[in-house]
């Protein structure tokens, strides 16, 4: 009889919304491009992101030249990334070319205790992408 009534309780557990294990979410990503009606011009890219689901390891992977390899540079949440507020769910990091680079494509990375998630989903193929000349406009 006990393993009638477990098989049921454990097929609706596994069901069950509250106990269901997802990838942390990420969405809103965006590079922070020159203030209304500012003249200073933007020279470094400032990624922020929102991230859902109780991530613990949130990076950013990019690259300044297309034939370059992707690098790992880490996301905070902590106010003093460019990421808005303290523990608010928006993930900040900046990245300054070094050598005159005026493209960056890029992915993001999100880890929380059993799943990891990406933006874009099919980064392989598929990544996010922006130039020093479009935050300027």
Wanted: hydrophobic share 35%; proline share 4%; glycine share 8%.
């Amino acid at each position: 009889g006990i393993i009638e009534l477990m098989e049921k309780r454990s097929k609706y557990l596994f069901k069950h919304p509250s106990l269901a294990v997802f990838p942390p979410e990420i969405s809103d990503v965006e590079v922070l491009g020159r203030a209304k009606f500012s003249s200073a011009t933007v020279s470094n890219f400032r990624v922020n992101a929102k991230v859902d689901r109780f991530p613990k390891i949130v990076k950013l992977m990019y690259r300044l030249g297309a034939d370059d390899k992707f690098s790992a540079v880490m996301m905070y949440d902590d106010g003093k990334h460019n990421d808005g507020a303290e523990n608010d769910g928006v993930y900040g990091a900046t990245i300054t070319p070094e050598n005159g680079e005026t493209g960056i494509q890029y992915y993001i990375e999100a880890e929380n205790a059993t799943l990891i998630g990406y933006s874009p989903s099919n980064y392989m193929w598929d990544v996010h992408s922006t130039t020093l000349e479009a935050l300027n406009k």
